[in-house]
């Protein structure tokens, strides 16, 4: 196995690992989820702002650290947190393959 470039690709075979990572992915797809159904009402209120879901609830600070202090104070079980910063301005993103 190289890691030349920075980038080591492991196969997980554990079936504990396996079955921690399924039920991880379960809940950042659940606080996803609860943040794309109230994104309306967030993104407006929280500009400029650090969001974090946990246990399908909101979270909201200055930084990264804050959000997530908060969310494993409120949510120690959710290992699944949702995090992300919601820039002040809306503006038109294009996102594209950059080959």
Same mark, same amino acid.
């Given at each position: 196995? !190289?890691? +030349? %470039?920075?980038?080591?690709? /492991?196969?997980?075979? %554990? @079936?504990?690992?396996?079955?921690?990572?399924?039920?991880?992915?379960?809940? $950042?797809?659940?606080?996803?989820?609860?943040? #794309? *159904?109230?994104? !309306? /009402?967030?993104?407006?209120?929280?500009?400029?702002? $650090?969001?974090?879901?946990?246990?399908?609830?909101? $979270?909201?600070?200055? @930084?990264?650290?804050?959000?997530?202090?908060? *969310?494993? !104070?409120? #949510?120690? +079980?959710? %290992?699944?947190? $949702?995090? #992300?910063?919601?820039?002040?301005?809306?503006?038109?993103?294009?996102?594209? %393959?950059?080959?």
């Amino acid at each position: 196995m !190289s890691s +030349e %470039n920075g980038i080591v690709m /492991e196969e997980i075979t %554990n @079936t504990k690992e396996l079955v921690e990572a399924k039920l991880r992915r379960e809940r $950042f797809d659940r606080n996803s989820a609860w943040l #794309h *159904a109230n994104a !309306s /009402e967030i993104y407006p209120k929280y500009r400029g702002k $650090f969001i974090c879901i946990a246990g399908e609830e909101l $979270f909201v600070g200055d @930084t990264v650290a804050e959000v997530i202090t908060k *969310a494993k !104070s409120a #949510h120690p +079980e959710d %290992n699944g947190r $949702f995090v #992300h910063y919601i820039p002040k301005e809306k503006v038109t993103r294009i996102y594209a %393959n950059q080959r």
